[in-house]
């Protein structure tokens, strides 16, 4: 089993960026493809942006260009910088993580990840 936190929510104006972290509770954090959702008001979740275990990586259009996803593999922590936020990014965001490689054409789906946290929420004030 392996243990998701999210860390880094909260509320910003339109415009700013914020970090979020999701630590990994696992000494396999090489081998896991990861990747953050995220659930807007009276929305479904979604996958927004991923990392495989190999470094590949992918986003959801509505992110692409303003968020990046890294990992930081010596201290198993998983990383999503948002930049240029807006209101519409407001949400709770997931972090989620699953052992080995994901196809990439699957990687923005929750289907294959089966560790999952907790969630952190972002506000974004116009």
């Known amino acids: 089993t392996v243990t998701l936190l999210e860390i880094g929510g909260g509320s910003v104006e339109a415009g700013k960026s914020l970090n979020l972290s999701c630590e990994a509770s696992t000494a396999s954090f090489t081998r896991y493809s990861m990747a953050w959702f995220r659930r807007a008001p009276g929305k479904e979740r979604e996958g927004i942006a991923a990392?495989?275990?190999?470094?590949?990586?992918d986003f959801a259009d509505t992110v692409k260009g303003r968020f990046t996803i890294s990992k930081d593999n010596a201290r198993n922590i998983l990383y999503l910088q948002m930049n240029s936020l807006k209101p519409e990014d407001t949400a709770q965001y997931y972090c989620?993580?699953?052992?080995?490689?994901?196809?990439?054409?699957?990687?923005?789906?929750?289907?294959?990840?089966?560790?999952w946290g907790r969630g952190t929420h972002v506000t974004v004030s116009s």
């Open positions: 990392v495989a275990n190999d470094g590949a990586t």
């Open positions: 989620a993580a699953t052992w080995g490689r994901i196809s990439d054409g699957l990687l923005l789906d929750e289907a294959p990840y089966r560790y």
